[in-house]
């Protein structure tokens, strides 16, 4: 008795079996109609399909292979497809791919003993994370492990890490070194440069993990942070009455703004100086936005000022030079100027950079005064 082949069905005669042609046809039909690849769609697939058959959807793109109860993507993968959602039908195979046309996102197929799901291509399994690039001024609201944020406002990439116990954007490229006045939130490792006084600091978190906090990397305490000077070279003269003070030296005066309330100031100056009789007493006074600093203490009658000095004779100028490290606590610009006065009781002519005299010739001469602030760091 004539049986069937499982697959294809072909005729199997008995041994006993008279040979009929219209078997032989019937089966070089079959095998014909079965050989090499059957082209479909996801909709008309083989309606009785046997193991091992493969197929090729127009529609997917996929090929495919029946297991004998399910039909696989033909190698373990391959099939691509472009849309909004995942792929549900046919089913997914190991290693397809999925590209979201809504984001631009890829993602692979994965199945491993215990489960299967999509998976972003560059993702590190199990970590929550994927590849996204965000491009914005602000970073996105809700980042996994390992996507990245291009921010537009400084030009930097920040990468989303994620080591079991935080959370935080890190810079891409390493530790960064932050310019600014303020501290910013920071991360380990990263430098901030304080630009109102030049002191470095270092991110840190102590080895318990209990803390962290910007440390002192390189203090600029007692550096120079910056140097403004005035220097005169034409002549100042003012008639100033006994007892009394006069005014601002024109043209000797110096501004500066702290880049920080902790700065100092120190402040040089040098006056080429002379009176109109000799010999006589000179007084000096340093001012800082018109209030008087730098005097010496109460000592009964004696005149309290900031540097003096003594002209012998009217035909010589005295060279006064005072220091003074001042603190004006302000980030504001402060003026320092300096003022005059004289020994006698009566009003006596003073000058800058000339003698009383101030003959032509060449025993006598024009000179230079002048005044320097310096910030230092606190």
């Not at 499982?6 to 199997?12: A, Q």
């Amino acid at each position: 008795m004539a049986t069937s082949t499982t697959k294809l069905g072909l005729t199997k005669p008995a041994y006993t079996d008279v040979v009929d042609v219209q078997d032989l046809n019937t089966n070089a039909d079959l095998i014909d109609a079965a050989s090499g690849m059957t082209i479909c769609t996801s909709s008309t697939r083989p309606g009785s399909p046997w193991s091992g058959q493969i197929i090729f959807e127009t529609d997917t793109l996929g090929t495919f292979v029946w297991d004998g109860s399910a039909w696989q993507s033909a190698g373990g993968g391959g099939s691509i497809t472009v849309a909004e959602t995942a792929p549900t039908s046919p089913a997914p195979g190991n290693g397809d791919l999925w590209f979201n046309s809504t984001d631009g996102r890829t993602f692979v197929y994965y199945e491993d003993a215990n489960s299967n799901q999509w998976v972003e291509i560059g993702q590190v399994l199990g970590g929550g994370g994927g590849a996204s690039v965000t491009v914005d001024a602000t970073a996105p609201a809700s980042p996994s492990n390992g996507d990245l944020w291009w921010d537009t406002n400084n030009g930097e990439m920040y990468l989303y890490y994620d080591d079991g116990s935080s959370q935080q954007w890190v810079d891409a490229a390493g530790p960064s070194v932050a310019v600014q006045s303020t501290a910013p939130t920071g991360y380990e490792g990263q430098l901030w440069l304080d630009d109102t006084d030049g002191s470095m600091y270092v991110y840190y978190t102590d080895p318990g993990g209990g803390a962290s906090s910007w440390i002192g990397a390189v203090s600029r305490s007692g550096g120079i942070l910056q140097v403004v000077s005035t220097t005169k070279t034409d002549t100042f003269s003012e008639s100033v009455a006994g007892s009394t003070i006069g005014s601002d030296i024109t043209g000797l005066s110096v501004s500066i703004t702290p880049r920080s309330t902790s700065s100092k100031v120190f402040v040089l100056y040098t006056l080429s100086a002379s009176t109109s009789t000799a010999p006589q007493t000179l007084h000096t006074y340093l001012y800082r936005d018109g209030s008087q600093i730098a005097i010496g203490d109460a000592a009964g009658s004696r005149t309290r000022a900031t540097a003096g000095g003594f002209s012998y004779s009217t035909n010589v100028v005295s060279n006064i030079h005072e220091e003074f490290l001042d603190s004006p606590s302000t980030t504001s610009t402060v003026s320092y100027t300096v003022r005059m006065a004289h020994g006698s009781g009566s009003a006596r002519t003073m000058y800058i950079n000339r003698s009383d005299t101030d003959t032509d010739s060449f025993s006598f001469g024009r000179y230079v005064s002048s005044i320097t602030a310096i910030e230092v760091a606190g």
